[in-house]
């Protein structure tokens, strides 16, 4: 719950990120695909101030593999899409698609 105490000052407030419906059917679709192959098992949304996250874990007691983030541009109405592994960013776009098309063209996990 985020809570503001001037209410009369408009600009002072920050505001969550959220995924629109639309773009975490698309981010689900993809993740029900990975966790029907046993690569994924568990997932975890966020709501930040100006970002979203979506992160996607192989194991809950782990780190996640990959994190889909919405983050909103200083001064504009508009968005910034990036995934990024445990260690590096691998894709920054302007839509979400791009996005989810990196991450459904990822190399497969090797099991032992």
């Known amino acids: 719950m985020h809570v503001v105490t001037?209410?009369?000052?408009?600009?002072?407030?920050?505001?969550?990120?959220?995924f629109t419906r639309t773009e975490l059917n698309q981010i689900l679709n993809?993740?029900?695909r990975f966790v029907s192959s046993g690569e994924w098992r568990d997932y975890a949304l966020d709501h930040l101030d100006g970002m979203a996250v979506f992160s996607i874990y192989r194991s809950s007691v782990e780190q996640p593999?990959?994190?889909?983030?919405?983050?909103?541009?200083?001064?504009?109405?508009?968005?910034?899409?990036?995934?990024?592994?445990r260690r590096k960013l691998i894709k920054t776009a302007g839509g979400i698609e791009a996005i989810l098309n990196t991450l459904k063209n990822l190399p497969k996990l090797v099991h032992n």
């Open 6 to 18: 001037n209410t009369s000052d408009t600009k002072s407030r920050t505001s969550a990120g959220y």
């Open 30 to 32: 993809i993740y029900a």
């Open 65 to 85: 593999l990959f994190t889909v983030e919405k983050h909103k541009l200083k001064g504009r109405d508009r968005w910034q899409y990036q995934l990024r592994d």
